[in-house]
């Protein structure tokens, strides 16, 4: 199947840990995402890359760090876990245009992380 | 900045009820808008855009620049189309973003 997909889907592990999720998308797009959703639905955006190089970095702690080894995937690393990462977490990619006006994003099926 | 306001968390609705989600948003230049939805177990898809004016499942939505909103609406609302809405704002530009509204729940019952 064509798609954005993430492991691991869920995630719980205590405090003080680091953690990875991996994302990969095969639609050959070059431009991928990660999203944060609390506990109150509320989406933010935190890192985007495009063909391998950040482009967006909102104000996410030092703690996360995005890694993009190609195209087609986006990784994200969490140092040191807090309770307040508590979340899920959502990579999309996107195929941008020429013009610079913005495509569908396409998003995977999230990362429930629980720190305990 | 630009900004995304979605003034509801929840709208209950009758099946065949008419649905307005509103939204209103923020921004000098010329935006893109997209409404998003969240089934339930489901991941988040795009449901319309303006630039394409259609109508997806029934909903549509007019970007009204002098209001700044971007309402999406139905005239006959279906047990289906519960989900979680998203209203997304972007603009053109080599670090663009999409920035969400907070979502609204829609509840339709039978």
């Known amino acids: 199947d064509t798609a954005v997909s993430q492991t691991p889907k869920y995630l719980v592990t205590q405090m003080g840990n680091d953690k990875s999720i991996k994302c990969e998308q095969n639609l050959g797009h070059d431009t991928m995402y990660w999203y944060k959703q609390d506990s109150k639905k509320f989406l933010k955006i935190m890192f985007s890359?495009?063909?391998?190089?950040?482009?967006i970095n909102e104000t996410v702690p030092n703690r996360f760090s995005p890694k993009s080894p190609d195209k087609a995937h986006l990784n994200l690393h969490i140092n040191s876990l807090e309770l307040g990462d508590s979340a899920v977490y959502f990579c999309?990619?996107?195929?941008?245009?020429?013009?610079?006006?913005?495509?569908?994003?396409?998003f995977g099926p999230g990362t429930r992380l629980t720190v305990l | 900045a630009q900004r995304v306001t979605q003034p509801e968390k929840l709208l209950s609705v009758f099946k065949g009820a008419p649905v307005e989600l509103k939204c209103n948003y923020s921004?000098?230049?010329?935006?893109?808008l997209f409404w998003y939805v969240q089934y339930s177990r489901q991941r988040l898809q795009l449901l319309l855009r303006?630039?394409s004016r259609e109508s997806i499942k029934g909903f549509t939505a007019d970007l009204n620049k002098g209001e700044t909103s971007f309402h999406l609406k139905k005239p006959f609302a279906q047990e289906e189309d519960s989900a979680m809405y998203y209203c997304a704002l972007s603009f053109p530009g080599a670090n663009s973003k999409l920035t969400f509204g907070k979502g609204i729940t829609l509840s339709v019952r039978p």
């Open positions: 890359y495009n063909n391998k190089e950040l482009i």
């Open positions: 303006h630039i």
């Open positions: 921004y000098s230049g010329s935006p893109e």
């Open positions: 999309a990619s996107s195929q941008d245009l020429a013009s610079g006006r913005r495509n569908e994003q396409f």
